[in-house]
């Protein structure tokens, strides 16, 4: 299965693009319910952390004294942060209330989807904290329950990516840049780094050299971070022209 690069930094899964919100004052008042968003009511299935299905029995409102302790604290230093913005003359808009403050926990009760029986479970939860909404017929990975991608076939992606990247880079010709693989010709400049060659050593010495474009410019810094630890800092740059561009 092919699983979308950007699924390897930021997990989403593959069956909807659903995002739910909370029934929640202040939170997306004027929310269009669509394929795209909804709100989340008793019986929505979301996912909930551990990339779990779960259905949400109940949404309410804490009691400000029971709201739990890093809450409390996050809401001290936003408030203390808001007069000090206030008294500096920003114009703040009208002043924030620890009551419907959006980011103020709201209790959720959920369950496990797949299991009508099992004991309620309560949360703590920001109000404003989107969560994927999944259909009533979802699907789980058969090996282990989780909502796909799981964390099995992530992994799995995530080397075959590294390992098509190290075939990518076997096959970057003598003398060319090492992040596009393209020749680098005399009229280019080029950052060539002495020493050994961290990446491709059968190229031999002084061999690493990338182009000074900002295309490759973020391999290059990822190479010099790796040449750097091994106690190499005199970086000459290429001037166009010179030897070491004659291949
Ligand atoms: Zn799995
Ligand atoms: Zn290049």
Known sequence: MRVPIHVLNEWRPEQTRKTG????DGVRPHLNESDYSTRIRP???????????????????RPLDLWPEHFLNEWERYAAWWVEQAVAGR????????????????????RPADQPAAKHQHYAVRADRPFYVL?????V???????????????????????????????????AC??????????????RFPGPNLWRPDLG???????????CSGTADSYRSQWQKR????????????AGDDS
């Open 21 to 24: 919100y909370l029934p929640a």
């Open 43 to 61: 019986g929505t299935i979301i996912v909930f952390s551990d990339r779990r299905a779960y259905e949400v029995i109940e949404v309410k409102e």
């Open 91 to 110: 114009d703040m808009g009208t002043q924030p209330e620890k009551a419907t403050w959006e980011h103020r926990p709201l209790a959720i009760t959920i």
């Open 135 to 139: 259909p009533e017929h979802y699907s």
């Open 141 to 175: 990975c058969r090996l282990c329950n989780e909502i796909p991608p799981c964390t099995h076939v992530i992994t799995e992606a995530r080397v075959e990516h590294e390992m098509s990247k190290a075939e990518a880079l076997m096959s970057i010709p003598a003398g």
């Open 178 to 191: 090492l992040s596009c693989g393209e020749a680098i010709t005399s009229r280019m400049k080029a950052t």
């Open 205 to 215: 010495d002084n061999s690493a050299v990338f182009h000074a474009r900002q295309a």
């Open 231 to 242: 106690g190499h800092h005199e970086l000459q740059p290429e001037i166009p022209g010179s």
